[in-house]
C-alpha cells in the first residue's frame, strides 16, 4: 500500500484554466507525481472522483443541485479541500448572473427545453457549501501558486495567504503605474497580489483577477476612477467584473454605495 500522500483534483463550473496551471507545471510536475498519489484527475486521465484523499484540489462554483451533493461527498474523502481559482473562491464570471432580476428565467431564453436544465439561481463558491482550509486565488492561478502550496504542504506546513496589493507588486518589479502615467482604469489599488502583475507589464490596467486585497479602500479608488472619464455603470462593471458580490459597491461619482 503507498505511503505517499493522496491528491484529488476535482472540476465543478468552470473552464478549466486553473487545472491546466497544474498540467503546465511541467517538469515540476513529473517531480510531484514522485512524491505524491494522483487519485483523481480528470484532466490527467485519471479517475476516481470518490477516493479519500490527503489534499482535494476543487475548481469551479456550485451552480446545479447536483453540485452541492458532490461537494458534501468530496469534503467528506478529503482531510485538507483547497479551493483554485475566482470560480471556486467566489462564484467566478459566472456570478454575474447573481446580480441580476430574474436569473431564472434565462435558461428560457437560451435554450430551446429549459427544463432539462439543472442550474441553480446563483452561482456561488465552494466556501458557501463546506469548509475550506485554503483558497488560491485567480483566473486563472498560475503554476507556482499550486507548485508552492503543494511543496509547503507535503512538508506539513499551511501555505500562507498573500493579501498585499498588487501596486507593491508593481513597485517591486519597477512597472510604471498604468493608473497614473497612462489614465487607465486599473484595479491595482484594492486588488491582491500574485499574478506578477503580469497585465500593467504590457501597459493594460489589471483587472482584479487575483481577488480583494487587505485593507482596500474601494470608495477612494471609485471616485479616481470616475475622475478618468468612466461613468457609475462602468466603475461597478469593474469593481464586479470578476469576482461578482451581491454586496454594495462603490459609486464612481460621488463615492456613496450602489443598491
Not at 500574485?194 to 487587505?214: Q, V
Amino acid at each position: 500500500m503507498s505511503s505517499k500522500p493522496r491528491i484529488a483534483v476535482h472540476k465543478f463550473s468552470s473552464c478549466d484554466g486553473c487545472q491546466l496551471a497544474l498540467l503546465n507545471m511541467g517538469e515540476a510536475l513529473v517531480t510531484l507525481a514522485t512524491r505524491v498519489e494522483i487519485k483523481h484527475f480528470a484532466e490527467a486521465g485519471v479517475l476516481d472522483e470518490s477516493a479519500e484523499v490527503d489534499i482535494a484540489f476543487i475548481e469551479g462554483s456550485i451552480v446545479t443541485q447536483h453540485d452541492t451533493q458532490r461537494i458534501q461527498q468530496i469534503r467528506k474523502n478529503s482531510r485538507y479541500l483547497i479551493t483554485m481559482g475566482a470560480c471556486a473562491t467566489s462564484g467566478g464570471i459566472q456570478a454575474l448572473k447573481n446580480l441580476a432580476h430574474a436569473p431564472e428565467t434565462w435558461p428560457g431564453a437560451i435554450y430551446p427545453q429549459p427544463e432539462f436544465i439543472d442550474s441553480l439561481d446563483r452561482s456561488e463558491p465552494i466556501k458557501d457549501h463546506v469548509k475550506v482550509d485554503f483558497e488560491l486565488w485567480g483566473c486563472p492561478i498560475n503554476s507556482r501558486q499550486i507548485s508552492t502550496a503543494i511543496s509547503l504542504m507535503l512538508e506539513g506546513v499551511m501555505p500562507q495567504d498573500e493579501r498585499e496589493k498588487l501596486c507593491i507588486e508593481c513597485k517591486r518589479s519597477g512597472q510604471v503605474c498604468t493608473l497614473v502615467t497612462a489614465g487607465e482604469p486599473c484595479m491595482g489599488p484594492v486588488t491582491r497580489l500574485g499574478c506578477g502583475s503580469l497585465c500593467p507589464k504590457f501597459g493594460r490596467a489589471c483587472y482584479g483577477c487575483y481577488g480583494d486585497a487587505e485593507l482596500s479602500h474601494h470608495t477612494a479608488l471609485a471616485r479616481r476612477l470616475s475622475g478618468l472619464g468612466l461613468v457609475d455603470a462602468e466603475v461597478n462593471r469593474r469593481f464586479q467584473l470578476i469576482h461578482p458580490d451581491p454586496s454594495p459597491v462603490p459609486k464612481g461619482g460621488n463615492g456613496e454605495l450602489n443598491d
